[in-house]
């Protein structure tokens, strides 16, 4: 069995631990003992997640006697909707939740983003542990305070920031995990490195067969290591004021591709990350800031990790631009008719573009997709 690590966050309102490692529950059965005590629980899960997973959380604390209440989603990014949220809360209300009883996000990044909201706005605030189950929830989206639902075209645009009260990233729910659903999540490891840290990007370099072949000791370094990264930053700015905005390098043409693709199968989050990190780049190049190499070992890196690198891998026909350029329009970066971009100057150091026009994008769009 590997050693657990623990990597905490220290910001201006909250503090919390982070750990990572096999079984955490059931090893935190003693802290967690004192912690829900004579608390109501409920769990949030999804389908996928209830049926592949929950028997497996609910051995890890079968010494605890708790007896939680549980609430099942449907899996995708469409449950994260106002109706939903507004199921959770009417649910716990019906519960007689108080402030200090306990909510668990039990599954990826919709569960999370969904159940963080829902947490921040029950009561003005209840407690919430977070258990992510995929890698991409893992190294991301749990940690941090960001909640959120989409509202029509626009991913993520209502939300909040609330931090849980502890995160458990436990490798062992990593392994009932499709492939497909498992590199969505590297994508997001490897934006981290190219933003902010090469020897990171070498490490990955060096290591992607033992990724692709789920190695216990190369999957916990690359937990801790990402969450070392983005820990660093949510401390020194919170709410996203500044450097923070760096976390978002390949989500602007991301999230524009996702809601393109109406947040369907055919395009999950990781691909659409990893086609938004393949455009970046791209842009980044044609403005002279990266070089050609190092754009051709990015992309020669996803390709190898089976991720996309090329919109025609998700659809055949062409996409438009204009229509593309639309939802990106939507997204918090924007200010007026111009959009900050998160872009690279060489491999681990990112920065903030700011103020380029969308018809400078959409001109660059036009020969991407063309």
Known sequence: MIRNKTVGILSKKTSYDIW?????????????????????????????????????????????????HLFLIEPGESSKSWDILKKVLDWLTELNFDRTDYIIAFGGGVVGDLISLAASLFRRGINLIQVPTTLLSQVDSSVGGKTAINSGSAKNSIGTFYHPKTVYCDITFLSTLSERDFLCGYAEVFKMALVFDKGFYEFLIDNQK???????????????????????????DETEKGERALLNFGHTFGHGLETYFNYSQKLLHGEAVSLGIVFATCFSHEEGYLNQHALDKIKEHLSVMKLPTAVTQIENQKLSPRKLINFMKQDKKVVGNNINLILLRDIGRGFIERNVSFKKVEDFLQRQLD
Do not use: F
């Open 210 to 236: 033992l990724t692709l072949a789920r190695d216990k000791k190369v999957l916990t370094h690359i937990i801790e290591k990402s969450l070392e990264l983005k820990s660093h930053i949510v401390e020194i």
């Open 20 to 68: 990572i490692g096999e079984n955490l529950l059931k090893q935190k059965t003693k802290d967690l003992g004192l912690t829900l005590r004579h608390k109501k629980i409920a769990i949030v899960t999804d389908k996928n997640v209830h049926a592949s997973q929950y028997s497996n959380l609910l051995n890890q604390v079968a010494d605890l006697d708790i007896k939680p």
